[in-house]
């Protein structure tokens, strides 16, 4: 899906029910990979399934950026104090992160946003082999 032909609002109301998949443990019926085109990086780490609630916050990424898979270019979210991935303390200070996030691109824009560089996550919670903005 082509996000970039869908107007601001359309945009925020997507990413405001993808944040509703908060506690969704559901799996994705998706494989852990690099999904960056642009790059040919293999994940061989122990992790290899993701809920739906991480699926939701990659697909917001995917929504937001003009280029999403530079910053996430795996569904593997990294807390970098405990170097572990996709723990479900680190999912849930993702979604918090995104939610405070979210009311800001809300209420000055998604275009203004990308213009701040305002990301989603701070610098202790970040998408595996990520770029910060």
Request: proline letters at 5%; charged letters at 20%; hydrophobic letters at 35%.
């Amino acid at each position: 899906m082509y996000y970039a032909d869908f107007s601001e609002s359309q945009k925020l109301q997507m990413i405001e029910e993808l944040l509703n998949y908060q506690n969704d443990k559901s799996l994705s019926a998706l494989p852990v990979q690099c999904y960056n085109p642009k790059i040919s990086k293999v994940y061989t780490g122990v992790v290899t399934e993701y809920s739906l609630q991480v699926e939701a916050l990659f697909l917001i990424n995917q929504i937001y950026f003009e280029d999403p898979y530079i910053y996430s270019p795996f569904p593997l979210l990294l807390d970098k104090n405990t170097n572990t991935l996709n723990e479900e303390k680190t999912i849930q200070t993702a979604f918090k992160s995104y939610r405070i996030w979210y009311n800001k691109i809300r209420s000055i824009g998604i275009v203004a946003s990308r213009e701040q560089h305002i990301a989603p996550l701070d610098k202790n919670i970040v998408w595996y082999s990520g770029s910060s903005w």
